[in-house]
């Protein structure tokens, strides 16, 4: 059966049509709608030098919060008070706080200390802290009590055991030094690494003491096509851009952040908050 002109356009236009409806629908739900849809990622990761004390110790970690002029006060208080319902031991914040100007580090450090786990806050820095200014945010973060690991550890009496709490300066734009950071580490304890940028594990791994790095930096692309994966990936987050992967003897999570890069988007991609719980191996 032959389609007439006339046909033919009415069937073009309403393609045409169609499509610029789906884009605008699609434009606007991984601009207005999946950014606020925070998820909540459970899992359970095994460590070999568990000790009893620490079966069932409970990390939840943020990262990339990207305070203004994408992300708002209002979100990070939501976040907030969802990781406050999870009862978490520990809480550790992996960097880049802020996006465009260091001073927006005095608004989010007192919503991030609202944050209420048993064993407290702790927090490493991102690359965005460094090109705003990491002095600004260093103070903004100690103003409001929250404990800073650059190239420095700490060991947690939990019970019995100890934890070894190990925070490395920025990857991209820093100076890390993983030797001063595992420097006070006591014997036999685990160690869990906050680490900016996750495709530098391939070298931290090499260190044979570390049981878990945790990462951000790559938002996990902001923006995943079945099939394909993040088609945008940004330097030293392309090659474990989100989710738990095994290198060596050490796992490896990145999550996908709480906040907005420059691209305000998200989509198959929402914001997160983790919760991992330590088990035995």
């Not at 030098?49 to 990262?63: C, D, N, Q, T, Y």
């Not at 009496?157 to 070894?164: K, N």
Request: aromatic share 8%.
């Amino acid at each position: 059966m032959k389609t007439s002109r006339r046909g033919f356009l009415k069937a073009l236009g309403q393609v045409v049509l169609g499509s610029a409806a789906a884009g605008a629908v699609g434009y606007g739900y991984s601009t207005e709608i999946e950014p606020d849809w925070l998820s909540v990622e459970q899992l359970e990761i095994p460590l070999k030098k568990l000790r009893p004390a620490l079966e069932g110790f409970k990390i939840v970690h943020m990262s990339d919060i990207h305070l203004h002029p994408y992300t708002q006060l209002e979100f990070v208080q939501k976040a907030v008070a969802k990781a406050n319902t999870l009862q978490p031991d520990l809480v550790v914040l992996t960097g880049d706080y802020v996006l465009e100007s260091a001073d927006s580090i005095f608004e989010l450090a007192p919503a991030l200390a609202g944050l209420n786990p048993k064993y407290g806050i702790f927090t490493s820095l991102g690359n965005h802290d460094l090109w705003t200014n990491a002095e600004v945010v260093l103070a903004g973060l100690r103003q409001a009590g929250l404990p800073v690991l650059v190239n420095d550890g700490v060991a947690l009496g939990v019970g019995s055991d100890l934890l070894y709490l190990a925070g490395l300066d920025d990857g991209w734009s820093g100076q890390l030094d993983l030797t001063a950071a595992l420097a006070k580490l006591p014997q036999d304890a685990p160690v869990i690494l906050l680490a900016h940028e996750p495709d530098l594990a391939d070298n931290f791994a090499l260190d044979g003491r570390i049981s878990l790095q945790l990462s951000g930096h790559s938002h996990g692309g902001q923006v995943r096509l079945p099939g394909i994966g993040a088609p945008i990936l940004p330097y030293l987050g392309r090659k474990y851009d989100q989710g738990l992967y095994r290198v060596r003897e050490m796992w490896v999570y990145t999550t996908r952040g709480i906040g907005l890069g420059p691209v305000p988007t998200r989509f198959n991609c929402p914001p997160e908050i983790t919760e991992i719980t330590l088990v035995g191996a």
